[in-house]
T-cell receptor, first 115, second 109 residues
Framework: EAGVAQSPRYKIIEKRQSVAFWCNPI?????LYWYQQILGQGPKLLIQ????????DSQLPKDRFSAERLKGVDSTLKIQPAKLEDSAVYLC?????????????FGPGTRLLVL | RKEVEQDPGPFNVPEGATVAFNCTYS??????FFWYRQDCRKEPKLLMS???SGNEDGRFTAQLNRASQYISLLIRDSKLSDSATYLC??????????FGDGTTLTVKP
């Protein structure tokens, strides 16, 4: 079974530039998560999708971050404009239904450096 | 106060040692609990779920204390390959996950 795919794996941009990340979850998984992991911290949930609907985006900085999952499969996360403090690893995860007891399967992440 | 708190460590132990990590959570409505393992520069992976009655998987034992709102992970007979960061994860009934900042373990020969 193929795992969660993410691209790009690394990205370096200057502040105020825009950047987009892509995620393809495990086939058949209805729930998709985007996390931000800053060095030395645990992953912080940015947004959770159930199929193509948003379940939770309470911690998404909506003035600069946006995410979509138009067809209920793959997803993109965009930052516009980027700030220095956005430097982090952006992790995508998926689970079958998003139930409280389910395992989340993570992709390898995208490492973003904002200069 | 963070919703999920862990001792960051690092824990430096010799091979064969027993080591225990604790994690406390503040949301009394939390329903599901997990330990994930994250190797350096890798993604988190599920180590084990934590059940109310406690559960064991080989050298790993997880315990939950709902009254005191903490979970624990015990690793017996530590191996070099156990060196990693261990993340405590707490889920609400709605499936929202909150991760702790992790505890770093280094097992030395």
């Amino acid at each position: 079974e193929a795992g969660v795919a993410q691209s790009p794996r690394y990205k370096i941009i200057e502040k105020r530039q825009s950047v987009a990340f892509w995620c393809n979850p495990i086939s058949g998984h209805a729930t998709l998560y985007w996390y931000q992991q800053i060095l030395g911290q645990g992953p912080k949930l940015l947004i959770q999708f159930q199929n193509n609907g948003v379940v939770d985006d309470s911690q998404l900085p909506k003035d600069r971050f946006s995410a979509e999952r138009l067809k209920g499969v793959d997803s993109t996360l965009k930052i516009q404009p980027a700030k220095l403090e956005d430097s982090a690893v952006y992790l995508c995860a998926s689970s079958p239904w998003g139930d409280r007891g389910e395992t989340q399967y993570f992709g390898p992440g995208t490492r973003l450096l904002v200069l | 106060r963070k919703e999920v708190e862990q001792d960051p460590g690092p824990f430096n132990v010799p091979e064969g040692a027993t080591v225990a990590f604790n994690c406390t959570y503040s949301n009394s409505a939390s329903q599901s609990f997990f330990w994930y393992r994250q190797d350096c520069r890798k993604e988190p992976k599920l180590l084990m779920s934590v059940y109310s009655s406690g559960n064991e998987d080989g050298r790993f034992t997880a315990q939950l204390n709902r009254a005191s709102q903490y979970i624990s992970l015990l690793i017996r007979d530590s191996k070099l390959s156990d060196s990693a960061t261990y993340l405590c994860v707490v889920n609400t009934n709605a499936g929202k996950s909150t991760f702790g900042d992790g505890t770093t373990l280094t097992v030395k020969p």
